[in-house]
């Protein structure tokens, strides 16, 4: 059993988090919980979409050797809850930097 894209991803979140930190975006901007239901949403969104997915044949969990091989439902990897957080989560902060980024120079 190996880890290593499991840490991968929660190395990823750590970045993330950190740039989400040092701009003060949003988990550290003082919006923790719109972050928290945001992200939630946007994962139970993509969780169903995976359940479905796999329900109609079309989602199919591949065999690797850098996954844990721990499942949460058949076919849906623990790795896959991770990815869906950090999809979400650097999605809201890339929309909320370009957001800072272009407020800041002002109107053209």
């Given at each position: 059993?190996?880890?290593?894209?499991?840490?991968?991803?929660?190395?990823?979140?750590?970045?993330?988090?950190l740039l989400d930190y040092r701009h003060r975006l949003a988990l550290f901007g003082g919006a923790a919980?719109?972050?928290?239901?945001?992200?939630?949403?946007?994962?139970?969104?993509?969780?169903?979409?995976?359940?479905?997915?796999?329900?109609?044949?079309?989602?199919?969990?591949?065999?690797?050797?850098?996954?844990?091989?721990?499942?949460?439902?058949?076919?849906?990897?623990?790795?896959?809850?991770?990815?869906l957080i950090l999809l979400s989560y650097s999605t809201l902060i890339a929309y909320l930097l370009a957001?800072?980024?272009?407020?800041?120079?002002?109107?053209?």
């Amino acid at each position: 059993m190996s880890f290593l894209y499991l840490a991968s991803l929660a190395f990823a979140l750590v970045g993330t988090g950190l740039l989400d930190y040092r701009h003060r975006l949003a988990l550290f901007g003082g919006a923790a919980g719109r972050t928290a239901l945001i992200v939630g949403a946007a994962v139970a969104f993509f969780l169903v979409w995976d359940v479905v997915g796999i329900a109609t044949g079309v989602f199919f969990r591949g065999a690797g050797p850098w996954m844990t091989g721990v499942l949460l439902g058949p076919e849906l990897p623990l790795e896959e809850l991770f990815f869906l957080i950090l999809l979400s989560y650097s999605t809201l902060i890339a929309y909320l930097l370009a957001t800072k980024v272009l407020s800041a120079r002002g109107p053209r």
